[in-house]
């Protein structure tokens, strides 16, 4: 295992300029993730100037453009990981090609001259591998009450840190905007901030921008179950009305409120202005 070990950590820098591209893209179900890699004979800091590459889209239930690149904190070195869009041979995004719509209205003048920031809160529960059951739960049973576990701290309170800790530090090593993690209301599930949909454009920013917020939510309300329907799938289990969520058929909003739909910060209300929170969106929103 030492020697297994010690060439899965071997440097490629120390004896070549040639480096590894890992290419990384949705698959056919919206809910995986496909890979592969690619020898590239240099260090790449613009990815326009990536090699296109395909894949056997039938193997994968739906072929990529490249995007961001990021360093890839498994090999390290000068190796990289490349977020690439899909599309078919005629160049037409695939269904699971979320980006190519995505990227036409954030392109628009007037949501340009907006500045929109935004970010996205990733929730999750880190499972064990042989049984699928939840780390830190007791197997067979449900564990205590929420309470002592959000941003909890202790062996019998927070689970699997060292993974979430290890996750959070590749994020950084890649380049990546997080900005932070805690653990969440229920036993295991850990949050991973990186920048639920918190949303602000610069008339939300700016002084008066409480009311133009308040509009905002009441335009989200008029399509509640447009967007429900593309919120990611399983959300009927989790939007309930109960444990810090609202109901998957009825719109809320509320200041500071943790059980509705739409959250506004209480900073935000004090101040005037800010930024809200989407709380529908299912972790895996992009099914």
């Not at 090699?51 to 904190?73: C, L, R, V």
């Not at 335009?219 to 609202?246: D, M, Q, S």
């Not at 739909?261 to 004090?270: K, M, P």
């Not at 101040?271 to 972790?283: L, Q, V």
């Amino acid at each position: 295992m030492s020697i297994l070990s010690d060439l899965v950590n071997l440097n490629l820098s120390d004896a070549s300029e040639k480096i590894i591209a890992e290419y990384i893209w949705i698959g056919g179900s919206g809910m995986d993730l496909r890979s592969k890699a690619r020898t590239l004979n240099g260090p790449v800091s613009d990815p326009s100037t990536l090699p296109k590459w395909n894949y056997d889209g039938s193997s994968t239930g739906q072929a990529p453009g490249e995007d961001p690149i990021f360093k890839d904190p498994f090999r390290r070195g000068n190796n990289i990981l490349v977020m690439c869009d899909a599309y078919t041979p005629d160049g037409q995004p695939i269904p699971t090609n979320k980006r190519h719509n995505a990227a036409k209205i954030f392109s628009h003048p007037d949501v340009v001259a907006e500045e929109p920031w935004y970010g996205i809160e990733q929730e999750y529960t880190l499972l064990q591998r042989d049984v699928h059951w939840p780390i830190g739960w007791p197997l067979g049973v449900y564990p205590g009450p929420q309470g002592p576990y959000y941003c909890g701290v202790g062996a019998d309170k927070a689970f699997g840190r060292d993974i979430v800790n290890s996750h959070y530090k590749v994020c950084l090593h890649a380049g990546i905007n997080i900005s932070g993690i805690n653990g969440e209301v229920i036993c295991s599930p850990f949050r991973s901030c990186l920048i639920r949909y918190i949303l602000f454009t610069k008339s939300m920013r700016n002084d008066g921008g409480y009311e133009v917020i308040k509009k905002a939510i009441e335009n989200l309300k008029l399509r509640h179950k447009e967007h429900i329907a593309a919120y990611g799938k399983g959300k009927e289990r989790r939007l309930t009305g109960h444990h810090e969520t609202a109901d998957i058929n009825t719109f809320s909003w509320g200041v500071a409120n943790g059980g509705a739909s739409v959250r506004v910060g209480r900073e935000t209300e004090r101040e005037g202005k800010g930024y809200f929170e989407d709380r529908r969106p299912a972790s895996n929103h992009y099914s």
